[in-house]
């Protein structure tokens, strides 16, 4: 079973940066990849970034490519998402995703459980 909380967003500045946390409190995290996805008002959900289950790989939306960095820690089953030089189109709601598939996943439809998301705030 996965269960995903997320924290750490917030409200930030333009040009700031934000760290979002993931715990997955159940007993699979070393065997699921992971991503996080990002909802602004009025648009469709995206994938901002994804990692495989060792951390080996990773894949970044064009968007965030040399700003955001996945990671992840087996040893505290969490999830990270560091944001460096925030824009104000950054602004949305971030989910956390877990998939039963062990490779990079970058298909919505491919991730099998979701957190509840983390406000991110980004003003200019």
């Known amino acids: 079973q996965v269960r995903l909380v997320e924290f750490g967003g917030g409200l930030v500045q333009a040009g700031g940066s934000l760290r979002l946390s993931c715990v997955d409190s159940g007993r699979t995290f070393s065997r699921n990849a992971m991503g996080w996805f990002r909802q602004a008002p009025g648009k469709e959900r995206e994938l901002v970034a994804a990692?495989?289950?060792?951390?080996?790989?990773?894949y970044y939306a064009d968007a965030v490519k040399g700003r955001f960095t996945i990671s992840r820690d087996g040893a505290k089953n969490t999830l990270h998402l560091q944001m460096n030089s925030l824009k104000p189109e950054d602004t949305a709601v971030y989910y956390c995703?877990?998939?039963?598939?062990?490779?990079?996943?970058?298909?919505?439809?491919?991730?099998?459980?979701w957190g509840q998301g983390t406000q991110v705030t980004v003003s200019s």
């Open positions: 990692i495989n289950r060792s951390g080996i790989s990773t």
């Open positions: 995703a877990a998939s039963d598939i062990m490779r990079v996943v970058t298909r919505s439809s491919d991730y099998n459980y």
